[in-house]
């Protein structure tokens, strides 16, 4: 990860990680046992930098990932948006997608997508019309957010 980029990810502590798995693990249950969990999901959503929420959400986690890892994610909060990205930072961030790390992985795409608000950042990259290499994609990606107007913060 580039300097900049990685200076930009929070690092949270396993205490903060802990609990939010367990608030995710309630909610979870709350969920499949029908009960109304509206205010904790309301919560763990502001935590997270409002990406949305939902019971859905919840309801369907363990089909994409475990409580644990939902936590990590949560404790990132929302990923930054960067203003003057520079293509080799696009290529960095690109590469880290298909590096496994998830938490790596979400924030990466999130800072690719609140930067680039005006272009299809995941379409270009999980359902591209032509593949390209990695350097090419993150070229494109920068040619568009130039043409598309000023980035915003």
């Known amino acids: 990860m580039t300097g900049r980029i990685e200076a930009?990810?929070?690092?949270?502590?396993?205490?903060?990680?802990?609990?939010?798995?367990?608030l995710?693990?309630?909610?979870?249950?709350?969920?499949?046992?029908?009960?109304?969990?509206?205010?904790?999901?309301?919560l763990i959503d502001a935590e997270a930098g409002s990406p949305g929420y939902t019971r859905d959400t919840f309801a369907e986690l363990h089909g994409w990932t475990s409580p644990r890892e939902f936590a990590e994610l949560v404790a990132l909060g929302r990923s930054p948006s960067v203003s003057d990205l520079t293509e080799q930072e696009i290529a960095e961030c690109l590469r880290l997608l298909s590096g496994g790390d998830e938490m790596k992985t979400?924030?990466?795409?999130?800072?690719?997508?609140?930067?680039f608000p005006h272009i299809p950042v995941s379409d270009m990259i999980?359902?591209?019309?032509?593949?390209?290499?990695?350097?090419?994609?993150?070229?494109?990606?920068?040619?568009?957010?130039?043409?598309?107007g000023p980035i915003l913060l």
């Open 8 to 22: 930009l990810m929070p690092s949270p502590q396993p205490d903060q990680i802990a609990e939010l798995e367990g």
């Open 24 to 42: 995710v693990r309630r909610i979870v249950d709350d969920v499949e046992g029908g009960r109304d969990c509206d205010a904790l999901i309301a």
């Open 106 to 115: 979400q924030f990466c795409l999130g800072a690719l997508e609140n930067s």
């Open 126 to 148: 999980f359902h591209p019309k032509e593949e390209l290499p990695t350097e090419e994609l993150a070229v494109e990606i920068f040619r568009r957010g130039q043409a598309s």
